[in-house]
């Protein structure tokens, strides 16, 4: 799958809920990214993470958390702070000298 | 930080002909310009990029051009595909940020028969 998985593909949230979001990378590199994907906003930097135990916050942080105990894996989580949490959330990876970006698949997240 | 605009957020062109996406950026201290093609319900992918230290670049039917001076930046595609119609988006990234890169808004190009 790229060499970047996401999972669920689909998810549903009910109002008041955490809920957190899979991504993990086998290519060995060392900078992930969490971004939002909203209809004609492009995406938004949530979360990104330079190295393992360090990351940093985004353009729209807040309602969110994530960790990164791992090199491989970079998850996500959608706290019930997150006013309108009902977007398309998109993983990637790159390594630290090339800035090309390797995109997971996506989770679409929908609070019912 | 960084703000990248991309116009149009629409483009429609009939099969053969050539289409131009155009995106400007604030941060003067941005290097770096990739271009990303989404195709419905896919993820993105990276189509060509480019670096500050060169105005243009080409890979087939598609090219990128960079002004510095006047900060923006060009997606050309000629002779244009049915499998061109997706979203496109421009971004950058400036130096000292790790590579985190600013997207565009998005142009959601179509290629009619």
């Known amino acids: 799958d790229g060499g970047i998985t996401q999972s669920p593909k689909y998810l549903f949230r009910k109002e008041g809920q955490n809920v957190t979001l899979s991504c993990e990378q086998n290519?060995?590199?060392?900078?992930m990214y969490w971004y939002r994907q909203d209809p004609g906003q492009g995406l938004r930097l949530i979360y990104y993470?330079?190295?393992?135990?360090?990351?940093q916050k985004g353009d729209i942080a807040e309602g969110y958390s994530v960790s990164r105990e791992k090199k491989e894996s970079f998850p996500l989580t959608v706290t019930s702070a997150q006013k309108n949490p009902t977007a398309f959330y998109l993983c990637a990876s790159s390594m630290d000298r090339d800035y090309g970006y390797t995109f997971g698949s996506g989770t679409r997240l929908t609070v019912v | 930080g960084e703000n990248v605009e991309q116009h149009p957020s629409t483009l429609s062109v009939q099969e053969g002909d050539s289409a131009v996406i155009k995106c400007t950026y604030s941060d003067s201290a941005s290097n770096y310009f990739p271009w990303y093609k989404q195709e419905l319900g896919k993820r993105p992918q990276l189509i060509i990029d480019i670096r500050s230290n060169v105005g243009e670049k080409k890979d087939q039917r598609i090219a990128v051009t960079l002004n510095k001076t006047a900060k923006h930046f060009s997606l050309h595609i000629t002779e244009t595909q049915p499998e061109d119609s997706a979203v496109y988006f421009c971004?950058?990234?400036?130096?000292?940020?790790?590579?985190?890169?600013?997207f565009g808004t998005g142009t959601r190009l179509q290629v009619t028969l």
């Open positions: 290519l060995n590199h060392d900078a």
């Open positions: 993470s330079q190295i393992v135990n360090d990351f």
């Open positions: 971004a950058a990234s400036a130096v000292g940020t790790a590579s985190k890169l600013t």
